[in-house]
């Protein structure tokens, strides 16, 4: 490119490339919504709105020293939102941003692809390369300002124009189509940007809200002393749980040991960075956020407060999201801590090898253990398994779901739900040998569920109120041993086990089975309360 722009020509043609080449996800949902048989016109207006709006949002921005860097930024960003809004419909907002930053490298690594590599060659690197060997010709700047003025007057007059114009049309697209919005880029990544740092930073440094400093635990000394592992999931739908009915026997070992399935779980969030943090935190789903939840502390801290209690968090998967920043804690994603390792790939039962001693050592007090697993991790749900467990047939082995057929990937993804059924039988096998000296349950609960390919929606993190029941619905059970249901009157819950429960009921249902006494205690929302 060796001919000569303003700074204010070169964002129109970029924002003219965005709009055309980044948005085939907004458009063709559009296009649904809107048919393009009778909607010419007002489809071609959403263009000319989007493109309005992002030459007015990059002019505000623009100087003689931000124009060139932040083409660059907002091109090679735009090529990989389009690449994932395309590929899987996922939506990038403020939590999908932060799931993003949270990712390791693993998790990243999971999800490049050859052609996710094309998309940001073709679309981000090349028209950045055309972008910083422009030639911008700077005026003074008073100049500069008058034309700044000018363009965003300008852009404001054409969105206000065209939307008065079509104002029947944008009625309804502002009303009832609120998700389409969503799809825009770069305007409503830009956004989400915005709204996470200020989720993130806006309150300045975070000081942390002590909680349940009250808490003791009440119960006879002469009781037995307790074991519960919570076992905390990754990405397991219910619907797919053979336990609730599925088709295919994904629970065949759990279907032989005496639990209790829940058939009616809700997550907290759609991705682990939100659903995990809000599950042990005392704010309910509808009260939770970003904020309180890394300014607050959550049900591990207030069990610790009683001094009767020891904790340790295992974790197979990213980290614990803050959850266990004030416990004991150990990361089981390498050969060096996990036995269960092979071709980069730790398995979920390797956190089982050693909890006996680390039993022994606290065998005066009550254990809570949590394990986090790496469970049906997406999109390569082929490598959650060992091949022994490879019942179902073919499977998607690439990261690329897109390409594969919906068999291949429910066989993928069953096979990893068999590993699962493994794991957690595994568990209650290990709580088994403690019959005569403990109380024992088992609590398991998914962080989310997944999608996996229905309506061409594909992983999780989108939005709460838009998200299908297969990220919200989740699988979850326990598993209690003799000596812990003389305590509890079983039976009664077993009758109302398949009423609506969700991660809001964790944090009261710990403090419950620990038999702990606090302000911060809601009997309600305790599943086992009056059962005791």
């Given at each position: 490119?060796?001919?000569?722009?303003?700074?204010?020509?070169?964002?129109?043609?970029?924002?003219?490339?965005?709009?055309?080449?980044?948005?085939?996800?907004f458009?063709?949902?559009?296009?649904?919504?809107?048919?393009?048989?009778?909607?010419?016109?007002?489809?071609?207006?959403?263009?000319?709105?989007?493109?309005?709006?992002?030459?007015?949002?990059?002019?505000?921005?623009?100087?003689?020293?931000?124009?060139?860097?932040?083409?660059?930024?907002?091109?090679?960003?735009?090529?990989?939102?389009?690449?994932?809004?395309?590929?899987?419909?996922?939506?990038?907002?403020?939590?999908?941003?932060?799931?993003?930053?949270?990712?390791?490298?693993?998790?990243?690594l999971?999800?490049l692809?050859?052609?996710?590599?094309g998309?940001?060659?073709f679309?981000?690197?090349?028209?950045?390369?055309?972008?910083?060997?422009?030639?911008?010709?700077?005026?003074?700047?008073?100049?500069?300002l008058?034309?700044?003025?000018?363009?965003?007057?300008?852009?404001?007059?054409?969105?206000?124009?065209?939307?008065?114009?079509?104002?029947?049309?944008?009625?309804?697209f502002?009303?009832?189509?609120?998700?389409?919005?969503?799809?825009?880029?770069?305007?409503?990544?830009?956004?989400?940007?915005?709204?996470?740092?200020?989720?993130?930073?806006?309150?300045?440094?975070?000081?942390?809200?002590?909680?349940?400093?009250?808490?003791?635990?009440?119960?006879e000394?002469?009781?037995?002393?307790?074991?519960?592992?919570?076992?905390?999931?990754?990405?397991?739908?219910?619907?797919?749980f053979?336990?609730?009915?599925?088709?295919?026997?994904?629970?065949?070992?759990?279907?032989?040991?005496?639990?209790?399935?829940?058939?009616?779980?809700?997550?907290?969030?759609t991705?682990?960075?939100?659903?995990?943090?809000?599950?042990?935190?005392?704010y309910?789903?509808?009260?939770?956020?970003?904020q309180?939840?890394?300014?607050?502390?959550?049900?591990?801290?207030?069990?610790n407060?009683?001094?009767e209690?020891?904790?340790l968090?295992?974790?197979?998967?990213?980290d614990?999201?803050?959850?266990?920043?004030r416990v004991?804690?150990?990361?089981?994603?390498t050969?060096?801590?996990?036995?269960?390792?092979?071709e980069?790939?730790?398995?979920?039962?390797?956190?089982?090898?050693?909890?006996?001693?680390?039993?022994?050592?606290n065998?005066?007090?009550?254990?809570?253990i949590?394990?986090?697993?790496?469970?049906?991790?997406?999109p390569?749900?082929?490598?959650?398994?060992?091949?022994?467990?490879?019942k179902?047939?073919?499977?998607?082995?690439?990261?690329?779901?897109?390409?594969?057929t919906?068999?291949?990937?429910?066989?993928a993804y069953?096979n990893?739900?068999?590993?699962?059924?493994?794991?957690?039988?595994?568990?209650?096998?290990?709580?088994?040998?403690?019959?005569?000296?403990?109380?024992?349950?088992?609590?398991?609960?998914?962080?989310?569920?997944?999608?996996?390919?229905?309506?061409?929606i594909?992983?999780?993190?989108?939005?709460?109120?838009?998200?299908?029941?297969?990220?919200?619905?989740?699988?979850?059970?326990?598993?209690f041993?003799?000596?812990?249901?003389?305590?509890?009157?079983?039976?009664?819950?077993?009758?109302?086990k398949?009423?609506?429960y969700?991660?809001?009921?964790?944090?009261?249902?710990?403090l419950?089975?620990?038999?702990?006494?606090?302000?911060?205690y809601?009997?309600?929302?305790?599943?086992?309360?009056?059962?005791?």
């Open positions: 490119m060796t001919q000569q722009f303003t700074q204010f020509k070169l964002i129109i043609v970029t924002s003219i490339f965005l709009v055309l080449f980044d948005n085939y996800t458009f063709h949902n559009a296009a649904e919504i809107y048919p393009v048989s009778e909607n010419i016109p007002f489809l071609f207006s959403l263009g000319v709105v989007l493109a309005a709006l992002t030459i007015l949002l990059l002019t505000f921005f623009s100087s003689q020293y931000t124009t060139k860097p932040m083409l660059i930024i907002v091109v090679m960003v735009s090529s990989l939102t389009n690449y994932f809004m395309h590929t899987y419909h996922v939506v990038i907002d403020s939590e999908m941003i932060r799931n993003t930053v949270q990712t390791d490298l693993n998790e990243s999971d999800l692809t050859l052609k996710q590599l998309y940001f060659l679309l981000g690197v090349l028209p950045s390369w055309l972008i910083y060997r422009s030639k911008v010709a700077y005026r003074p700047p008073g100049t500069e008058i034309a700044k003025i000018k363009v965003i007057g300008i852009s404001l007059l054409i969105i206000l124009g065209t939307v008065f114009l079509f104002s029947k049309h944008y009625t309804s502002f009303r009832e189509h609120k998700p389409l919005r969503y799809m825009t880029n770069p305007t409503y990544w830009i956004y989400a940007v915005g709204e996470y740092i200020g989720k993130t930073y806006g309150d300045g440094p975070v000081t942390l809200r002590r909680i349940g400093e009250d808490a003791k635990v009440v119960r000394k002469s009781a037995k002393p307790k074991i519960v592992i919570m076992v905390v999931g990754e990405a397991a739908r219910a619907d797919h053979s336990l609730n009915g599925y088709h295919r026997e994904t629970n065949p070992l759990l279907s032989k040991q005496d639990i209790i399935n829940l058939s009616n779980v809700s997550s907290c969030g991705s682990t960075a939100v659903s995990v943090p809000c599950m042990f935190s005392p309910e789903r509808n009260e939770y956020s970003y309180k939840g890394i300014s607050t502390q959550n049900v591990l801290d207030l069990l407060y009683t001094n209690i020891a904790i968090w295992r974790d197979n998967n990213s614990s999201k803050g959850v266990a920043l004991p804690y150990e990361d089981y994603r050969p060096e801590k996990n036995p269960f390792c092979e980069g790939e730790c398995r979920d039962e390797g956190m089982l090898q050693g909890l006996e001693h680390y039993i022994a050592q065998r005066h007090k009550d254990i809570l949590v394990l986090h697993q790496m469970g049906n991790h997406g390569a749900y082929s490598k959650r398994y060992p091949k022994d467990f490879e179902y047939t073919p499977v998607c082995q690439t990261n690329q779901v897109e390409q594969c919906r068999e291949e990937i429910s066989n069953d990893a739900l068999r590993y699962t059924d493994h794991f957690l039988n595994e568990t209650i096998e290990f709580l088994k040998k403690y019959e005569t000296t403990h109380a024992a349950a088992m609590l398991y609960m998914s962080d989310h569920g997944e999608s996996l390919g229905e309506h061409g594909y992983l999780h993190g989108m939005p709460y109120f838009m998200a299908p029941e297969s990220q919200t619905h989740v699988g979850a059970l326990m598993w041993n003799a000596s812990f249901k003389e305590e509890r009157n079983i039976q009664t819950f077993l009758k109302r398949d009423q609506p969700s991660h809001d009921h964790l944090f009261h249902t710990l419950g089975l620990f038999d702990v006494d606090t302000d911060l809601r009997p309600s929302r305790d599943m086992f309360y009056r059962l005791q």
